[in-house]
C-alpha cells in the first residue's frame, strides 16, 4: 500500500486537525454521488477506498496500536461507497423486460448497443424510462445537451420518479453553477437588488426595533 | 487553437506565474528548435497548457534555464525545458493545428482573407510536414476533425454534435499523453470535455459576428433577438460541460504544475467564460439595467 499521508497529500507531522480536514475535502472531491451515471465511476470509488483506507491507517497508527475496533473515527466508512457505480442499475421499478435489457447493456458498457436497441422501440410506447435511459446513453457519451433535454422530458412524463428527479436535478445544479461550487452562477435570481429605498427601509425598520437612529 | 485555457493570474502565486511564464518561453525556444523562427508566432496559451499536462503526466524531469528572448532581445527571460517529449509534442500539435486552420480560411473565406492564408501556409508548410514525419497520429487526427467539422456544419447540427469533432480531436490528443489503462479512460473523458468546452467557448464568443455575416453557428437557434439572454443559455450549456470536466480532472494523477492546472481548471475557465460571454461582448449597446447585470456577472465572487 501507499504512504498513507501521500494519498491524503500532508506530511507525517501534520496535526489531527489537519489530517481529518484533508481526508474531509479528498472524500468531498471523490464522492460517489458526484460520479454517479459517469464512466469514471469505478475509478473514482477506488480512489475513494484507497483515500478511506489511508485514513483508517492513519488513525490506527496514531492511536499506536489500541486493539480492535478503530473505525469509530471515520466520517465516510469504506463500505459505504465501494460500490456505488455498479449498483445504479439493478433496480427496476417494475418496468417490462426490454428497458431491463437495455440497463443490463448500459452497466456493462455496451451504449451503442443499447442506443440501438432504444431507437429500435416504436415511437408511440416509449414512456418516460426510454427518455430517461436515452438520455443516460446520450450523457455517457459526453452528448451534455441531448441528454439534458431527454432527462426533462423523462421528468415531465413522470414526474413522481425519484430516479429521473435526482438525475435531472444534478444536472441542473451543474448548469447553474459550474463545477458545482457556485462559482459561476448566472441569471436574475443571484442578482442582489440594493438601492437607496432598500436601506431608508432597512433602517426605519431596525430603528423601530432598537430606537438606533436615536 | 484559440486561446481560452489560461491561469486566472489573480489566483496564482508570484512563483507560480513565474514558472507558467518560462513554460510559455520554453515551449517557443523549443519550437522555435524543432520547427524554425516563424511558427514560434503560432504558439497559443492552449498549446501550453497541453505542454504542462503532457509533461506532468509524465512526470517528466523539466528545469528553467535563464536567458533572452528571440523577439525581444533587451528582455530577460526564464526557460522551462523538459528532459522527454512533453514540449515536442505540443509544439507539434501547434503547427499541425495552424497548418489547417490556414487551409480551412483558404477554402472558405472572401478574396483578400484567402491570399493572406495561402502566404502564411506557405511558410508553415515546411515545418508542418517536418511535424507531420514526427507525429503522423495527430495530423491524421486533425485532419479528421476538419472533415467531420465541415460535415456537421454542412448539415446545421445542434450543439452536441457540432462540438463532437473537436472533442473527439482532443481526446485523442489527451489520451495519447498516458501508457496506463485507468489514467487513459480518465483522459479520453477529460479530453473530450476540454474540447467540447473550447469549441463551444469559440462559438459563443462569435455569436453575434456569425449572426451578423450569417455564418453557421450552434447556438444561433437560441437566439431570439436578445443577446444577453441567448448568453445566458450559452453560460449554462457551458457550465455543464466545466462539470464533466472537472470531474475527470479530479482523477488524473499529475505530478510537477498541479497548482497551475488546478488554477486553470477551478478559476480560469470560469473566467473565461464570464469574461468573453458577459463583460467583453457590446456593453455599450445594451440598457443601464443589463449593463449593471454584465458587470455584476463579470465580477461575480470567488469561489470561497
Redesign the interface.
Known sequence: MNDPYKVLGISPSASDAEVKKAYRELAK??HPD??AD???AE??S??MKEVNEAYEKILNDRKNGVSGSSTSGSGYGSSGYSDAGASSYANTYGSDSVYQQIRRMINEGNFGQAENALSGIPSDSRNAEWYYLMGVV?YRK?????A?NYFQTACRMDPSNVEYKSMFSR?QQ???????????????AS?AACDCCDICACLMCSDCLCRSCG | MFGYLRPESSELRVREFELYRSVYCGLCKSMGKDYGLLTRLTLSYDCTLLAMFAVSLRSECSHVRDGRCVFNPMKKCRFCSSEGEGFRFAGAVSVIMTYYKLQDTISDSGFFKRTAARAGRLFVKGSYKRAEKAYPDIAAAVSDMIASQQQAENDHSGIDASSDPTATLLSKLCISLSEDEGQRMVLSRFGYFLGRWIYLMDAADDLEKDIKHNNFNPFRKYFEGDLFSAMEYCNSVLNMTVSQLVLAYDLLELDSYKEILDNVMYYGLSFQQKHCLFSKNNKKKCSKKEKDHYNYLSKGEKRS
Open positions: 472531491k471523490y458526484k460520479y459517469s464512466p469514471l475509478l473514482a477506488e480512489k446520450y459526453g452528448f451534455l445537451e441531448d439534458y444536472i451543474q448548469r447553474s453553477t459550474g463545477s458545482g461550487s457556485g462559482f459561476n452562477a448566472s441569471g436574475a442578482q
